[in-house]
């Protein structure tokens, strides 16, 4: 149900699956959050793959939703654990902060701490468009079916001598090269992090959160048709 | 350990076995007495892909591993074959995609900008924007069109001379190939047929050198010396002065792709009750529908194909070590060559295509000496009867050549001697065919010329050809016989085998348009 | 006398002398009264002198026996000492030698139904010219007049052997008949029926072009002078008691004959022979020049063509052997009669030995019967049995069968063309042909099969016993010695059928292999695009480009608003073609040509691609290989055709007019359709110095006529019913090029798959450009 109303209202693509398909039993999936569709769409894509999904923010949900979460005691990490032997897979939605411009904010390290506990591969996500499909300040999805995208990189298994920083490190890395897809392409956003001659942003300061803004809600500039009418 | 293959030997019990016909599926009830040759049961494909191929990718056969051989500045061409057919279920992303997906991140990792990707065609056709995104994935091609990903253009001016065939005549090679410091190759090879010359540089060839290296004269003195000393032996692990192959080998297994199929790979005494229920759905629509919604039944019923194993390393290295993984596949017992054999011929699983008579003839003919088997599976002078309709239908836009090769060529001989003296220059200088070859998505004007020469060994092999079901005019063009059911092919081939012929039928269909261009 | 030698040593004259019994007249006085001299009247035709025409002449197969018997040298000797030929024609005779012993006239119109004036001039103003001639040399031979036995009219009972009575007067008549044709070609220029010329012409010729009309209505209006000259004859004909202006016309020359010769105090004979047919004896049994009254019939009856014939099962038909015609007048030239006495005889056989209708039925039925004539599909033909159900009810069934053939035809060619209406189309021209050959047939022999008229011919009887008993096998002309059924079944049938099996016997052609074109560096060879070279046309294309630029979601709309305004572009494209393209190209303005250039290389070229002709390719290649230069000449617009340019040397396409870039929606000149089209033709032969006679022009459509009408190889190919029409007319070579068999729903199918295009802006960044990176 909710799957069909996520693809009446947004144009979803979904790549890197079948890194997920291939290795079976439980994820513990870490995706970046930029706004209230994530979950959704994020267990829309995964409906064929994972049967039984919990999904948990590292930032308290408010609402109602919160006090089921502390019911449920999602939060607490000996809870995951178990969920995660039964066969449960976890959606973490691993920033600390979730910013209001849809870029990439620090992750926690409890994700990566969970991950090497059990032993269960830890899948970076990255969702793209979705902070401009449904930006904070909206009720309702964009209309005209804007589309956003869920990337999956690789799993990354974590043994029990790894530091979770350096997984941690990996995870954000490997969310940042599915969110550079957008502007560099495939090849281009992997080909960045090994090019230090060109630095990420061009002054060496942090953008203006204003330009961030701009930049996160700009129109996409999606394969179209070619415009041979005027 | 999968189970080897069998010979079954037909009794009055034996349930009508699967034959397929073009876009048809039969149940044919075969003679008492006749044997019917089992392939090996399919290799478990490998479950996790993302892992074997890196493995592969980092501890490569007789090589360094290839994060050691990509350098900052380097100049990089991936070459990846193109068989025409889907490879893997068609949900699943192709293979191709994923070793290059891999290939390229170890790329981007050590600082390469130069890539170019290019499909190593040889003289089949184009791919378009579409082919090449289903082969690559959309994020990989967009990410490389329009300029640094294409295919081999046979035609091009930019080609590099880099060694002679034994007549003299250059070899010249595709020039970026040629040019680059490191050429990944990745190559396919199915379970029936094999993966083709050893260096891939073959399908990267321009026409002048396809042309001299293909042609009948130098096939059959091929074929007649004793000691094959290819030209190419030099490029198999260098092309040219600097580019050095690096290979990624892919051996593939057939696997069904769609629900309703898995039952035609399966031994038909083995199937259950809801296979035999299936079987029966397939027969009646087969026979209710019309020709062109047959053809998309196929899709449904296809045959996919799984992958059995991923090695990498020097191509000089590789290259036996999956022609030895293949040979495992084959089946090398049976008592004796029979005197009547039988091959089924499906159509590829491209949508709304079936194949043209003359590559259906050439597919099926290539089962003699390349098929699922060591040795011929009819002896020297027997029969070998087809299925396939050999409708005389030919791809607007693929197939000009084969049109005009078709209409104007075997209408006058069916001899290749003949053909290769009298049309294959005219064919090789014709303006329009190269222009469609070049813009448009065409195969070479030679190609035809090339299949039908692939297919003279088999037709000199047998005394009598015969297609079931075949479509009266265009099987006379070719040359063959054709009949409407296996009752009267045997009778027809009653005249040279005798009344009570020995029968093996090849169960399966042949994966492979064995080594054409 | 001891040997019989008639005409011993005459000089006789033969006006004729190249028709039917003219010929065996002159063979007979070659062959067997060898101290004869003919001076012949004969007209040069075309380029053939008199002499010229004599020579062919005596190829002849008449003279085949006399000239086994006596030799070739004989055969030119009799030529040049024998013979002598005048050189004129029948209106105005020169010079006619003063010292004829005997004139022949059997010179006459050979058709039954000329128009009036024609027939006037030929029979009466020919004798009148004749006699006049004679007149003036002041000599005295005896003529001898070659009329026919239907002068006598439409009458029942017997009818004798002497001067006609009638009071028509010949002068009236003559000056009426020539006054006839003034009449008619004035009337024919009356506005009223030129409109309906130019209707009718218009409704056959409109899509060609104007020129096309005019000449098609003129064509129309001197048929219809024909035509009603022709009514003119026949009724007036019919209304003075004749079945036919040739009966009529003879009786009228009869009468000049009458007044001019024996009424100037000369020795005159008539001779009235029926329906002369086959010889009985000589030269040799079966000689037949052509076929005459009676043999059309024989022929499509034994075809199976005549399922029942309008006649009286005991009428009388009234034929006569030609040699018995012969001997018969020969010897009544010997035998002058008194001055200013004419003498007649009728030549038939009716009187003392008739051959009824049902006889000739029975002998025809019973030789078809027994030799059917082979037919290639068929086997044998059955020929049907007659019932004689009476001329009214022939009338009334052929009448149903004519009209209800028209409005076939006139329906398939309001039909698409198909394989299937084609062949209808065909076999419906052919039972056109039928049945306008049973109407001909029924109307012409109606008064000759329905008459009761028998022709006594005791005369001629009285002058056969005159010969000598020894001379009569040579000489004799004794319709009793007749045995029907034999000479029926052994000497005529055959002779009629001979021509007719020797054509169908003949071994079937084996097909033809396709000869190579002949090298012709000044011929040209002209194609046209759509339908003939692309299996579409311009509406589909300008789907496809329109198509691939929209997002699938615009892409009902856009379809609902093209079949929206598609009468609008019928009713443009009924009135003229050129018009439909100019209405039609307004829905490209706007377009960024630079885009759309773009689009056709990357897609919507490969889908344009697929609706080629491989036969078309195959064709022009064939051109190519005999160094003809290959020319496109179409109305699409020149970027839509550029996927095609390099099949051909030379491309003449529309081009749009344009504004920065941007289409107006106008064409920059007009389109070259139709006429156009043909004009520009004639102008790039001048130009180019294209051989336009030996050059090929390929189109599918009647429009396409006026253009390929001025080569000398017209090709139609996949022709509409219309140009399929006209092309069997003029045998012009006809295409079956195949549709492919690549639906438009796949064409479709790709392109909602094939081509999404990245929009210019967001191009792949892959850092740096590689030609910027310097390699270690």
């Known amino acids: ?230 | 350990m999968s189970r080897p293959g069998f010979v079954l030997s037909v009794d009055a019990q034996t349930p009508p076995l699967v034959v397929f016909q073009g876009e048809k599926v039969l149940l044919e009830r075969l003679p008492v007495d006749a044997s019917v040759l089992y392939p090996p049961e399919a290799l478990q494909g490998i479950r996790s892909l993302d892992e074997a191929i890196s493995r592969a990718l980092d501890a490569p056969v007789d090589s360094e591993p290839l994060r050691a051989l990509l350098k900052r500045g380097s100049r990089v061409t991936i070459v990846f074959e193109d068989l025409s057919q889907p490879v893997t279920s068609r949900t699943a992303p192709d293979v191709r995609q994923r070793v290059i997906e891999l290939v390229l991140e170890r790329a981007a990792a050590a600082g390469v900008d130069d890539v170019e990707l290019i499909a190593a065609t040889g003289l089949r056709r184009r791919l378009t924007a579409h082919d090449l995104q289903r082969v690559l994935g959309e994020r990989v091609y967009a990410s490389f069109a329009p300029d640094h990903v294409r295919s081999h253009d046979a035609e091009d001016e930019n080609l590099q001379v880099v060694g002679e065939l034994a007549d003299g005549t250059p070899i010249e090679v595709n020039g970026r190939v040629a040019s680059s410091d490191l050429v990944i190759s990745v190559r396919l090879a199915t379970a029936v047929g094999n993966e083709g010359a050893a260096a891939v540089a073959t399908k990267l060839i321009g026409a002048k050198t396809a042309r001299a290296r293909g042609s009948f004269a130098v096939r059959t003195a091929a074929a007649a010396a004793e000691i094959s000393t290819d030209a190419f032996d030099d490029l198999v692990d260098t092309i040219g002065d600097k580019a050095q192959v690096f290979t990624v080998d892919v051996t593939l297994t057939p696997e069904p792709t769609g629900p309703a199929s898995a039952f035609l790979s399966k031994r038909e005494r083995e199937w259950s009750l809801t296979d035999r229920a299936l079987s029966a759905g397939l027969q009646a629509a087969t026979r209710i529908l019309p020709a062109r919604a047959r053809i998309g039944l196929a899709q449904v019923s296809g045959v996919g194909y799984g992958v059995t194993s991923v090695v990498a390393g020097k191509p000089s290295s590789v290259h036996p070590l999956t022609e030895a993984f293949l040979a495992q596949q084959q089946v090398a017992q049976f008592d004796r060559p029979a005197d009547v054999a039988l091959f089924g011929i499906p159509n590829p699983g491209t949508i709304g295509s079936s194949l043209n008579p003359v590559t259906a003839a050439a597919l099926g003919l290539g089962q003699i000496f390349n098929g699922a088997t060591a040795e011929p599976v009819v002896r020297a002078g027997g029969t070998a009867i087809f299925y396939h309709p050999l409708t005389p239908w030919f791809h607007p836009l693929h197939d000009p050549a084969y049109i005009d090769f078709f209409a104007e060529v075997l209408t006058q001989s069916t001899d290749p001697a003949v053909i290769s003296e009298q049309f294959e220059e005219k064919f090789a200088a014709d303006p329009w065919y190269r222009h469609v070859y070049q813009t448009s998505s065409s195969n070479h004007a030679l190609h035809p010329f090339h299949a039908w020469y692939s297919a003279a060994p088999a037709i000199a092999h047998l005394g009598e050809i015969i297609f079931v079901g075949g479509d009266h005019g265009s099987t006379r063009r070719l040359g063959f016989k054709s009949a409407s059911t296996l009752a009267d092919a045997l009778e027809m081939a009653s005249g040279s085998v005798g009344l009570a012929p020995a029968i093996t039928y090849v169960h399966g269909a042949p994966v492979s348009i064995s080594e054409v261009s | 006398m001891s040997a019989f030698s008639p005409l011993e040593g005459q000089h006789i004259m033969l006006t004729g002398a190249t028709g039917f019994v003219g010929q065996a007249i002159l063979e007979k006085l070659l062959a067997d009264y060898p101290t004869t001299r003919m001076t012949l009247l004969i007209r040069p035709k075309g380029s053939l002198t008199g002499q010229a025409r004599l020579k062919s002449l005596l190829r002849k197969p008449v003279f085949s026996k006399w000239r086994e018997r006596v030799g070739q040298e004989e055969v030119d000797r009799a030529m040049t000492e024998r013979i002598s030929v005048i050189e004129s024609s029948m209106g105005s005779v020169a010079g006619l030698p003063a010292d004829l012993d005997v004139l022949i006239h059997s010179a006459s119109t050979v058709s039954f139904d000329p128009p009036i004036d024609e027939a006037f001039k030929t029979n009466v103003g020919g004798a009148v010219g004749l006699y006049e001639a004679l007149l003036a040399t002041g000599s005295d031979p005896h003529v001898v007049h070659v009329s026919t036995a239907y002068v006598g009219g439409i009458n029942k009972g017997t009818v004798l052997e002497a001067s006609l009575k009638h009071t028509i007067q010949w002068r009236d008549e003559m000056a009426a008949a020539l006054a006839a044709r003034t009449t008619v070609e004035a009337s024919s220029r009356r506005p009223e029926v030129l409109r309906k010329m130019i209707a009718d012409a218009k409704l056959d010729n409109g899509k060609v072009g104007p020129h096309a009309v005019a000449i098609a209505a003129e064509i129309g209006r001197t048929e219809w002078v024909t035509k009603r000259l022709v009514d003119y004859g026949r009724t007036r004909a019919q209304s003075v008691g004749w079945a036919d202006v040739y009966a009529f016309t003879k009786s009228m020359s009869e009468r000049v004959a009458e007044e001019l010769w024996a009424g100037n105090g000369h020795r005159l004979s008539v001779v009235r022979p029926a329906i002369i047919e086959s010889a009985l004896k000589h030269p040799f049994p079966g000689w037949i020049d052509g076929f005459k009254v009676a043999d059309p019939l024989i022929i499509a009856y034994g075809r199976g063509l005549v399922p029942e014939f309008p006649g009286l099962p005991d009428s009388i038909l009234d034929i006569i052997p030609v040699d018995i015609v012969v001997n018969a007048t020969l010897a009544v030239a010997a035998n002058p009669p008194a001055p200013a006495d004419p003498k007649y005889f009728h030549l038939s056989s009716g009187g003392r030995n008739p051959l009824t209708f049902r006889e000739i039925y029975e002998n025809v039925l019973k030789y078809f019967r027994a030799n059917p004539i082979p037919d290639e599909q068929r086997g044998h033909i059955r020929t049907p049995y007659w019932d004689f159900p009476g001329a009214r009810a022939i009338a009334r069934s052929l009448r149903t069968g004519e009209r209800a053939n028209k409005l076939l035809q006139r329906t398939l060619l309001r039909l698409p063309s198909t394989q299937t209406t084609r062949s209808f189309m065909r076999q419906a021209s052919a039972r056109q042909t039928d049945l306008e050959l049973l109407r001909a047939y029924s109307d012409l022999y109606q008064n000759y099969t329905q008459a009761e008229i028998i022709y006594d011919d005791s005369r001629t009887a009285a002058l056969n016993d005159t010969l000598p008993p020894d001379a009569r096998q040579t000489f004799g002309f004794d319709a009793t010695e007749i045995d029907w059924d034999n000479y029926l079944q052994e000497v005529h049938f055959p002779a009629v059928t001979t021509l007719m099996r020797t054509f169908s016997s003949r071994p079937r052609a084996k097909a033809q292999v396709e000869k190579p074109l002949p090298q012709n560096p000044e011929a040209a060879a002209f194609f046209d695009l759509e339908g003939t070279v692309l299996a579409s046309n311009i509406v589909e294309q300008y789907l496809w480009v329109r198509l691939a630029s929209l997002d699938r979601a615009k892409w009902p709309q856009e379809l609902a608003n093209l079949f929206g305004s598609l009468p609008k572009y019928l009713a443009a494209d009924r009135r003229d073609r050129g018009e439909f393209i100019r209405t039609f190209y307004r829905r490209y303005e706007g377009v960024d040509e630079q885009a759309l250039r773009q689009l056709i290389h990357d897609t919507v070229g490969d889908v344009l691609l697929q609706r080629i002709r491989p036969e078309a390719v195959r064709q022009i290649r064939k051109h190519r290989e005999a160094g003809h230069r290959t020319i496109l000449v179409t109305g699409a617009i020149d970027v839509l055709v550029e996927p095609f340019v390099t099949l051909f040397d030379e491309v003449v396409s529309s081009h749009m007019h344009s504004k920065d870039g941007i289409w107006t929606g106008h064409l920059s000149k007009p389109p070259l359709v139709d006429e156009a089209r043909a004009a520009w033709l004639r102008l790039y032969g001048e130009r180019e110095g294209i051989d336009l006679k030996k050059s090929y022009a390929y189109g599918d459509s009647i429009a396409d006529r006026a253009w390929l009408e001025l080569v000398g190889n017209p090709q139609a190919v996949n022709p509409d019913a219309a140009l399929f029409q006209h092309a069997t007319q003029k045998h012009w070579r006809i295409h079956q090029w195949s549709d492919h068999n690549h639906s438009r729903f796949d064409t479709v199918g790709e392109l909602l798959r094939g081509d999404i295009v990245q929009s210019a802006s967001s191009t792949p960044a892959l850092g740096p450009s590689p030609k910027e990176i310097t390699h270690e």
């Open chain 1, 1 to 230: 149900m909710a799957g069909l109303a996520i693809r009446l209202a947004v144009t979803p693509s979904v790549h890197g699956l079948e890194h997920v398909k291939e290795q079976g039993g439980p994820f513990i999936f870490v995706a970046n959050h930029p706004s209230e569709l994530d979950e959704a769409l994020v267990r829309n894509a995964l409906r064929s793959v994972v049967p039984r999904l919990v999904s948990v923010a590292v930032e308290p949900r408010g609402g109602i939703r919160g006090l089921v979460d502390q019911a449920l005691s999602l939060r607490s990490a000996s809870r995951l654990s178990a969920l995660l032997k039964s066969g449960t897979s976890v959606l973490l939605f691993a920033e600390t902060t979730r910013t209001g411009d849809g870029s990439l904010a620090p992750l926690d390290l409890g994700a990566a701490a969970l991950g090497i506990r059990t032993g269960v591969p830890l899948v970076p996500v990255a969702l793209l468009g979705t902070f401009r499909a449904l930006p904070p300040w909206r009720l309702t999805v964009e209309p005209g079916r804007p589309r956003v995208s869920v990337l999956f990189s690789r799993p990354i298994r974590a043994g029990s001598g790894d530091e979770s920083s350096a997984v941690t490190e990996s995870i954000a890395q490997a969310i940042e090269v599915g969110l550079a897809e957008e502007s560099r392409g495939w090849y281009g956003a992997r080909r960045s992090p090994a090019d230090v001659v060109v630095p990420r942003e061009t002054e060496g300061q942090p953008e203006a959160g204003w330009r961030r803004m701009w930049k996160a809600t700009a129109t996409p500039t999606g394969p179209t048709r070619r415009r041979v009418w005027q």
